[in-house]
């Protein structure tokens, strides 16, 4: 029994499969899979197989709680990757339960700073955080010379958080903020949040919202004849907004980027991750939710590797405080007390093809 044990290496994720959500947290499970699956093909680490277990917490927070103790004593995984909602991350930051259990925990979406400082020593985020999106956002804008710029965000703690934020951008870059409109948690009538917007009179309207909010916003903007520029988070991808909108309406939509394009083969990182997606999930449409899902397990391979032949989850959370690596494109870096591996962000735009191009 003790062989079969050292056999293999559990890692966990406990995320969403159904809801308007869902689909992001499942394109998190599917990249991380098609990762693991290839490490696995190649020998596992350090001669051992990876098992994946997952356990659907329905967007619950105090299922996530739950669940997350459960698996551990359980499973005993040495580590969980793609954590999955803001105020999913913050219970369980609450309840303390990987501080109890003491098993990392890496990845997390979204990239509310709330989730990120003050740091949590068993948690790390493998992208930039939303401070740093709508950092970017706004300085882009100020650059084309926007000014006046509206803001939609979410009635939820990822939406708050980001509005302090924008409001924090805007007071350093000196613009003009023409209106702040809240949105219903995951809400997609949006007609009267389009109308509010239009008669602030921006010249940009940036977009705090979770996927399906953001497509719908885009919709429903555009439906109304409004060709204000619109600027979303990473969270609403080219082809969220398509399910929803037109192609004449999501053209021209620019949308903030935390990891590089996963519908491009332009780094090594990228072309690694797509030939990955079509051997071990050739059914699944490529998109940067998948991406961030590899990612994460990538850099938890790493740290997992490097804490050498009998890995246990002090000694991974002990790797990945020491982890400073590239993965072909993408620098992470969680040295010196980090718990956030990279910043990098930068701006796509939906082509006429509707795909994103950056």
Not at 39 to 47: C, E, K, R
Not at 84 to 90: E, I, M, P, R, T
């Amino acid at each position: 029994m003790p062989a079969v044990a050292q056999a293999e290496i559990v890692i966990a994720q406990v995320s969403p499969t159904k809801g308007p959500l869902a689909v992001t947290a499942v394109g998190n499970y599917e990249g991380a899979k098609a990762w693991f699956e290839t490490v696995n093909a190649q020998g596992g680490i350090n001669g051992q197989k990876i098992r994946f277990v997952h356990e659907d917490d329905q967007y619950k927070p105090e299922e996530t709680v739950r669940l997350v103790a459960m698996v551990a004593e359980r499973d005993k995984p040495v580590a969980f990757v793609n954590l999955f909602g803001s105020a999913n991350v913050l219970a369980l930051q609450s309840s303390k339960v990987l501080e109890r259990v003491k098993i990392p925990a890496i990845g997390a979406t979204p990239g509310a700073e709330a989730m990120r400082s003050p740091d949590n020593p068993w948690i790390f985020h493998v992208h930039g955080g939303d401070r740093a999106q709508i950092r970017h956002i706004l300085q882009h804008l100020s650059t084309l010379g926007l000014t006046r710029v509206a803001v939609a965000f979410q009635d939820n703690p990822m939406g708050k958080s980001g509005l302090a934020h924008f409001d924090e951008a805007v007071a350093e870059l000196k613009l003009d903020v023409a209106g702040r409109v809240a949105v219903p948690p995951v809400g997609e009538q949006l007609a009267a949040t389009a109308r509010k917007l239009q008669d602030t009179g921006a010249q940009a309207y940036v977009m705090v919202l979770v996927r399906n909010s953001g497509a719908a916003l885009v919709r429903d903007v555009r439906a109304a004849g409004d060709r204000t520029p619109l600027y979303g988070m990473s969270y609403v991808p080219a082809e969220a907004i398509l399910e929803k909108a037109p192609l004449e309406s999501a053209v021209g939509v620019g949308i903030a980027q935390v990891l590089p394009n996963a519908a491009a083969e332009k780094t090594s990182l990228t072309r690694e991750f797509r030939a990955a997606m079509r051997k071990y999930l050739p059914q699944s449409e490529l998109s940067n939710p998948h991406l961030t899902g590899y990612v994460a397990a990538k850099v938890a391979v790493e740290a997992i590797r490097r804490a050498g032949p009998s890995p246990t989850p002090e000694k991974v959370a002990a790797a990945m405080r020491q982890l400073k690596i590239d993965l072909g494109g993408l620098p992470e870096d969680f040295t010196g007390g980090r718990n956030v591996g990279t910043q990098w962000v930068d701006i796509g735009v939906v082509d006429r093809r509707g795909q994103l191009l950056h």
